[in-house]
């Protein structure tokens, strides 16, 4: 499996974009960067997922780089609820289950 | 509509016992998924359904944890003479189908501490 990586941890202000970053070097070319994020003593939620274009919805923005080694989740105006372990992973393409493996995620604080 | 449903939410148990957690997919979603957490661990994958066949239960940590679903719809896990080792967050996913391309919606999980 593709892995990722990603800082520990960020902080941002509330009102302002946070942008959290996620390395996928040896990412493939038919896998997708998937954002989940996981809110204190909640499931996990998914957040928005692409292939090569950048994507966004109502939730959040994921640009993705040219060469597809890394991607950014842009929360455009973080709230105090936004606060949360947020995952970067990379799906595995066809063949396979679907499961998802989760890294260790970034514990984003979102202060007042 | 409905979301994943997890029962219980809490629950404790002693050693030694056996424990059933049960999981409400969302209806429709032939895909369905156990995930564990422990405490200062990451999630990690258990077992994967697809309709009521397991294909994929490379997850499961010992021949004390089973799961079966039926009717392709309701999942049990169930796990055998439980150790202190087993208390987790147990976490239940599902989604349209498996595979890379659909997106899995999860419940809030079932804390089972053992004693």
């Known amino acids: 499996d593709a892995k990722t990586t990603q800082p520990p941890s960020m902080d941002c202000a509330e009102g302002r974009a946070a942008n959290l970053p996620c390395n996928h070097s040896t990412i493939s070319g038919n896998e997708y960067v998937y954002w989940y994020r996981q809110i204190h003593s909640q499931g996990p939620q998914y957040i928005i997922h692409?292939?090569?274009n950048n994507e966004t919805n109502e939730m959040a923005s994921l640009i993705i780089t040219e060469d597809r080694k890394s991607s950014t989740l842009i929360l455009p105006h973080a709230t105090l609820r936004d606060t949360a372990v947020y995952y970067c992973?990379?799906?595995?393409?066809?063949?396979?289950?679907?499961?998802?493996?989760f890294g260790q995620g970034t514990t984003l604080q979102v202060k007042p | 509509g409905a979301g994943v449903s997890q029962s219980p939410s809490n629950k404790v148990t002693e050693k030694g016992k056996d424990v059933e957690l049960r999981c409400d997919p969302i209806s429709g979603h032939t895909a369905l998924y156990w995930y564990r957490q422990s405490l200062g661990q990451g999630l990690e994958f258990l077992i994967y359904f697809q309709g009521n066949s397991a294909p994929d239960k490379s997850g499961l940590p010992s021949d004390r944890f089973s799961a079966e679903r039926t009717g392709g719809s309701v999942s049990t896990l169930t796990i055998q003479r439980t150790q202190q080792e087993d208390s987790a967050v147990y976490l239940c996913a599902s989604s349209l189908a498996g595979g890379d391309r659909n997106i899995q919606y999860f419940g809030a999980g079932t804390r089972l501490s053992v004693l």
């Open positions: 692409g292939l090569k």
């Open positions: 992973i990379v799906r595995v393409a066809s063949g396979n289950t679907g499961k998802l493996i």
